[in-house]
């Protein structure tokens, strides 16, 4: 099936220091979201933007929709342990005739050392 | 306020065998998609209702898998003559959609059900 290309695939960091992770498309997407997964759980919603150039907080986290419709980013700063895990985006477009449907990322694994 | 529910959280069966899974989406939403998910992947999207209506397939749903959400609330997932390629984590998620043209529609997931076919 149709997969979005993330970026890194996974990344190790200290606890403290700052991640960056983005998502890219070829297509136009008018919608993106951001999840994290757990292991053996199902992805939970961490941010939604919904307008080009939109930039969004949740806590330590921030995500940017791109000028482009066509990519996305999120920043986590100052990581800690718990957030270990595999980050998702997705997005859904109106440009494609007929669905409604959300394309999600390859996913970024994320691994905190302490 | 209760999330997504799916049942059950794991199935172990043997090839040939059929399987149905369910999910409670969130009481007030009209959206419900079925995704698949296998070790290292993202979820693939299978398809979606909208009330009581199927209206995408993924050409990933071959025939021998059936979804229905027959009162517009609960959905089954129902695949037959499993396959060892069906083992996979099947996600459902539930949205709220209202008609018009600026949409701010959010996906929430239940915690799946994971799927060995051996």
């Known amino acids: 099936g149709q997969q979005l290309n993330q970026s890194p695939q996974s990344m190790f960091i200290q606890e403290g220091e700052d991640v960056s992770m983005n998502c890219t498309s070829s297509?136009?997407?008018?919608?993106w979201l951001w999840y994290k997964q757990d292991p053996g759980e199902g992805p939970v919603l961490l941010i939604a933007l919904y307008k080009a150039g939109e930039l969004t907080s949740n806590g330590r986290l921030t995500a940017q929709f791109g000028i482009t419709r066509k990519d996305s980013f999120l920043n986590i700063s100052a990581s800690i342990p718990s957030d270990v895990g595999i980050y998702f985006c997705a997005g859904q477009s109106i440009f494609i005739s007929g669905t409604y449907k959300y394309i999600f990322g390859t996913g970024t694994r994320l691994k905190v050392l302490a | 306020d209760t999330g997504v529910s799916q049942d059950p959280r794991h199935k172990i069966t043997k090839r040939g065998q059929n399987v149905t899974f369910r999910c409670d989406p969130i009481s007030e939403h009209n959206r419900l998609y079925w995704y698949r998910q296998t070790l290292g992947q993202g979820p693939e999207f299978l398809t979606y209702f909208q009330n009581e209506a199927q209206l995408e397939k993924s050409r990933l749903l071959s025939d021998r898998f059936s979804a229905e959400r027959p009162k517009g609330s609960f959905s089954t997932l129902e695949i037959q003559r499993t396959e060892q390629g069906d083992s996979a984590m099947y996600l459902c998620?539930?949205?709220?959609?209202?008609?018009?043209?600026?949409?701010?529609?959010?996906?929430?997931f239940g915690s799946g059900t994971q799927l060995s076919v051996l």
């Open positions: 297509s136009i997407f008018n919608t």
């Open positions: 998620a539930s949205s709220f959609r209202s008609l018009g043209e600026r949409q701010n529609e959010k996906l929430f």
